[in-house]
């Protein structure tokens, strides 16, 4: 079909196999053997040149047509073996659907039109049983012991500030010191339902020299509820300032800041050319915005 076209084209078999880099007798034989495979004539050949019948310019459309497709379906399974087409299964944590999620996506939506990712947001427990059991591909998740199966590379650090209801003592406050809030209440989300950030905010207080007070709650409106209540505290990343929950301002702490730690985790064994691509974006998002 290509050949036909390429004389169809030229008008030439001569000009059609200079084009193609194919010797003329190629050319001649590949649409010989197209004309007996259809039994019609698509070319008057004469002194002239070479012309189409009637049938061939018929073909000829289709035969366009059928190329172009051809040439997108080559060029989308190329795209998808460099991880730039095809579909990609993406689960974050609450830590990362403030900012990182948001703007990964969207640089991925510019760069990668063709990459469709599935995005929703989980529980940090649920992520290893989701990659491990095929239901996600990649995974951004404040880092915790994984199994040995699994990778991880860091995408964000991001420091901890503190969140206090509008009306709480410290509310205002310039900075406050993480040691002076030994006596506060913390609230926090159990560690069977987020261990990541669970053991980011213990092992803070703890390297600030003190246990915390911990009041853990199953629900995220429930941890706000109480937080904007002045009942107690909590420890959260900066880019919560984008979706602050009603009631709630945050505090900066007092150098030196503690860090929450996001990584990108993934089991290689099962590992989609997205992934890499997704890891790179990440990476390039990293490097503008000094998330590392």
């Known amino acids: 079909m290509r050949y036909f076209a390429a004389v169809a084209d030229r008008g030439s078999f001569t000009r059609a196999a200079e084009d193609l880099h194919v010797a003329q007798q190629a050319v001649s034989q590949q649409v010989k053997g197209l004309e007996q495979m259809l039994g019609v004539t698509l070319l008057k050949r004469g002194s002239q040149g070479v012309t189409l019948t ?46 990182t999620a948001p703007a990964l996506l969207a640089r991925l939506s510019e760069e990668y039109p063709r990459l469709k990712v599935e995005a929703r947001e989980v529980f940090g427990i649920e992520v290893g049983d989701l990659l491990q059991g095929g239901g996600a591909e990649l995974a951004l998740a404040p880092m915790t012991s994984y199994p040995t199966e699994l990778s991880q590379r860091t995408v964000r650090r991001e420091v901890l500030r503190l969140a206090v209801g509008e009306r709480h003592q410290l509310a ?6 993480l040691s002076k809030l030994r006596d ?83 089991r290689p064994e099962n590992e989609v050319p997205g992934v890499e691509r997704i890891l790179e974006t990440a990476n390039q998002l990293a490097q503008e915005g000094h998330w590392a």
């Open 54 to 99: 009637a049938e061939g310019e018929v073909f000829l459309a289709d035969c366009r047509r059928a190329l172009a497709a051809a040439d997108r379906a080559a060029d989308r399974v190329k795209a998808a073996a460099r991880g730039e087409a095809g579909t990609l299964r993406l689960v974050y944590t609450l830590v990362s659907a403030y900012d």
């Open 172 to 177: 205002g406050s310039e900075q406050i010191e």
């Open 184 to 266: 506060e209440r913390f609230e926090l989300w159990p560690r069977d339902m987020a261990p990541g950030y669970y053991e980011a905010i213990v092992g803070a207080c703890r390297a600030a020299g003190f246990e915390p007070n911990l009041d853990e709650h199953g629900a995220g409106s429930t941890v706000w509820g109480y937080i904007a209540q002045g009942r107690g505290i909590g420890l959260v990343v900066s880019s919560l300032i984008e979706q602050l929950p009603t009631g709630v301002e945050l505090v900066d702490l007092a150098p030196p800041r503690p860090m929450l730690t996001v990584n990108a985790v993934w």
